[in-house]
């Protein structure tokens, strides 16, 4: 089995070539730190409304080779944080059109892949989230609810009972789903590198192998020269906190996983799984998975949640205990693959503010800007974002820059070791509660749950 080497995505795309470095210092319009989508799609949205504007962006490896490269391929409209906080601040009729631009988005980043000509295995087949004990189906039942309050019809989200599930994928021990029509599975790395040549068909250069030091007003200061601009964009999520005064900004949370062999014939047909719906769990440690186009199974989780001092993972590499518990996992889900082999496993880094909420900033003053905070949901969501930023920076307003996410004041993470206590506490809690609400009789959500929930603040 592999282990690392980027993602199987970037793996089974090969190597990408190679964009040239920073020149030395240099000077343009706006520059964008970090490869990739909230960058990319910033970029793209930037060029596509002002071809005249040099816009350059800055990444250290190549682009897409962090969480845009790496993640579970759900092009999904799910809003990350609490819609209550964000409707405090902004209300209620704000984070309903929040909710129906995350769904337009799905669509767009579908729209602008057949415009431009990007292949990445999209099928809009919506997601499945299955509840597999009384505990968990109680959640289902009260996300519903929650759901329906907040403008849901029976066309964004319907309960499916066990045996109605079983006729399109069956999944061990299932006692009922939800399904949402708003989501694609997609090749994330196919996605990721198409959008950079998009972008870079729209006149944007890319310099890659180049480390940004330091992101200021005005500049960006990296390994390779200085480079001077009116607007800077950070576009870093999951590795902002590698730069000078932002470590505790947004935590790196890990994120882990795996993908089978092709699945032979026969555990198919155990399965079923005709459209390629993605599928995730009520669990408080859910999994995500999806059915790639070439029928192998990508099942992803938390794994270990977080390095001690922010730190990142190298190339991918995700630990033997973490392999394990998710191979275990994807055999308990779907008993039919227990001799089907695990060919690759990898891990990456997405971005989590203190309050769990995304945030999207720019300060026409000094012309600095920010997207990210998406806690696994920012796949949809960076395109939604880089078409913010991108208005942001043109000084239009329009109903984007309008959204309850934009120009968020969030406080920071607590130092280190509170930070590396918190994140593991909350995680050993949610694995106890699961366990919990696995065993016979229990009916509720654990208490333990609902320590780890007000410990997290999320
Ligand atoms: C394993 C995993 C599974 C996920 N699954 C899903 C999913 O199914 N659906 C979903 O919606 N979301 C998912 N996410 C989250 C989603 O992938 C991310 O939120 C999103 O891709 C973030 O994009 P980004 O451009 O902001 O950051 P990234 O894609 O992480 O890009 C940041 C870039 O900055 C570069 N960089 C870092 N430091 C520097 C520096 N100092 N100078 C220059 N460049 C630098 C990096 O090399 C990287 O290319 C997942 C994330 C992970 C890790």
């Not at 020149?23 to 005249?52: F, H, N, Q």
């Amino acid at each position: 089995m592999r282990n690392g080497d980027v993602s199987f995505w970037q793996h089974d795309l090969g190597s990408p070539a190679r964009r040239a470095p920073l020149a030395g210092d240099d000077r343009c319009d706006v520059a964008i730190v970090g490869g990739g989508l909230t960058g990319l799609w910033s970029a793209y949205y930037l060029a596509a409304a002002r071809p005249d504007l040099d816009v350059r962006i800055v990444e250290r490896r190549f682009a897409g080779y962090g969480a845009s490269g790496r993640n579970g391929g759900w092009l999904s409209a799910e809003l990350s944080g609490s819609r209550e906080r964000y409707a405090a601040a902004h209300g209620r009729a704000a984070v309903v059109s929040l909710l129906a631009a995350m769904r337009e988005a799905v669509d767009e980043v579908i729209d602008v892949a057949a415009s431009e000509g990007i292949d990445a295995d999209i099928v809009k087949a919506g997601t499945y989230v299955v509840a597999r004990n009384r505990a968990q189906l109680a959640r289902l039942h009260a996300d519903v609810a929650w759901q329906r309050d907040w403008g849901a019809t029976d066309a964004d989200v319907r309960v499916l009972d066990a045996a109605e599930l079983d006729g399109e994928l069956r999944v061990a021990g299932a006692r009922a789903a939800t399904f949402t029509p708003h989501c694609a599975r997609v090749h994330p790395a196919k996605l990721v590198r198409g959008v950079a040549a998009a972008v870079e068909r729209r006149g944007v250069t890319i310099h890659e192998g180049t480390t940004a030091l330091a992101v200021e007003a005005g500049a960006v200061r990296t390994d390779r020269g200085t480079l001077r601009a009116r607007h800077v964009l950070r576009c870093l999520e999951g590795f902002t906190a590698g730069l000078p005064g932002a470590r505790r900004e947004w935590l790196p949370m890990n994120s882990s996983m795996i993908v089978t062999a092709a699945l032979p014939a026969d555990v198919r047909a155990a399965i079923g799984w005709r459209d390629p719906a993605t599928l995730g769990d009520f669990a408080h440690a859910y999994v995500y998975a999806q059915l790639t186009a070439d029928g192998r199974i990508a099942l992803g989780g938390r794994g270990n949640p977080y390095r001690f001092g922010s730190r990142t993972d190298v190339d991918g590499r995700t630990q033997p205990g973490t392999v394990a518990a998710l191979t275990a996992m994807l055999h308990d889900l779907f008993p039919a693959t227990a001799g089907v082999a695990v060919e690759h496993a990898w891990c990456g880094v997405l971005g989590v503010p203190r309050d769990w909420c995304t945030t999207v900033a720019y300060d026409a003053g000094t012309g600095l800007g920010t997207a990210g905070g998406y806690v696994g949901n920012g796949l949809t969501t960076t395109n939604l974002a880089g078409r913010t930023l991108a208005d942001l920076v043109l000084g239009r307003e329009t109903a984007l820059t309008g959204l309850a996410w934009v120009g968020r004041d969030v406080r920071r993470w607590e130092p280190e070791p509170l930070r590396w206590q918190g994140v593991q506490g909350m995680y050993a809690l949610y694995r106890t509660a699961d366990r919990r609400e696995r065993r016979p009789g229990s009916r509720e959500t654990s208490r333990w749950a609902r320590v780890a929930d007000r410990l997290s603040g999320r």
